[in-house]
């Protein structure tokens, strides 16, 4: 129980050896230095910072009783004032804030160059980040590996109404690693080149889009979700490094029996 005074104590501000002191002061009643420093278990210098410390906060009263200084603590309700000034301070800061933050916003909103970073979870934005990226007029590059990953994503996001084809591009390019039992899901690639890297050397799952000046990174292992960027400059890091491995790829030709492998509703 007294645990539970400490800890409301010390969420008003009161440091431990506060605490002790003001609890000490309760019990004992108006009292001199000394008597207050034996109950609280600490020695009479302590007691007097302490004792100093709690009339800063209002809590404790000084007055003599003959030739001695006594000091008596102030009525717990004392508390919920200390709480209410605490409340008034923050909520003074809180207006102080709101009049700078249109200031501060303007000079954060000056930086261009700053990259702009998302992190996103779960199947809504995913849904939403890849029907954007179907809709482009810009071409698309994207990377990205062919197995039970991400066949299990395609029917995840899959709906009554569209079915999500890997990949729904007006024209790009397309890079991809095909696990060995996997089959990329058949869509029409009359504008999209494609290269395949060897499985057995690039193994990896996920997905990395490159469009305009963003570049989204996929997981599709476990808890679905995607890092989108914006910026002109890591865009240009990651196309070479696309550029880089699209030179190490070979076509990659669809087989005779292709279009039988359309993922079903």
């Known amino acids: ?23 000490a002061m309760l019990e004992l009643g108006p009292s001199s230095v000394q008597d ?10 302590t007691a007097y910072v302490m004792i100093e410390a709690l009339k800063k906060h209002g ?17 717990p309700e004392q508390l919920v004032e200390i709480l209410t000034r605490q409340l008034g301070t923050i909520q003074a800061k809180k207006s102080r804030l709101e009049e700078s933050l249109p200031r ?9 160059d700053k990259p702009k970073v998302r992190f996103l979870e779960g199947e809504a934005p995913l849904r939403e980040i890849l029907n954007e990226i179907a809709g482009v007029r810009e071409e698309v590059w994207e990377m990205y590996a062919v197995d039970e990953h991400l066949i299990e994503v395609i029917k995840k996001l899959q709906t009554h109404e569209q079915r999500m084809e890997v990949p729904r591009r007006i024209r790009g390019r397309s890079l991809i690693t095909v696990k060995p039992g996997q089959m990329l899901p058949y869509f029409d690639p009359k504008n999209t080149e494609i290269r395949a890297l060897d499985w057995s050397v690039h193994q990896f799952t996920g997905d ?22 914006e910026s002109k400059e890591i865009v240009e890091i990651v196309r070479a490094l696309f550029e880089m491995a699209w030179s190490c790829a070979i076509p990659w030709t669809p087989p005779p029996d292709w279009e039988k492998h359309k993922l079903e509703k």
């Open 36 to 45: 207050i420093a034996k109950k609280a278990g600490i020695n009479r210098t």
């Open 59 to 75: 809590l404790v009263s000084t007055f003599e009783r003959g030739k001695k200084t006594v000091f008596a603590a102030e009525n």
């Open 208 to 229: 990395i889009t490159i469009f305009r000046d963003r570049v989204y990174i996929f997981v599709y292992k476990g808890r679905l979700g995607a890092i989108a960027i």
């Open 1 to 23: 129980m007294m645990d539970d005074v400490k800890l409301a104590l010390a969420d008003l501000g009161l440091a431990p050896k506060e605490a002790d002191t003001y609890i």
């Open 104 to 112: 501060l916003l303007a000079i954060f909103n000056t930086v261009e």
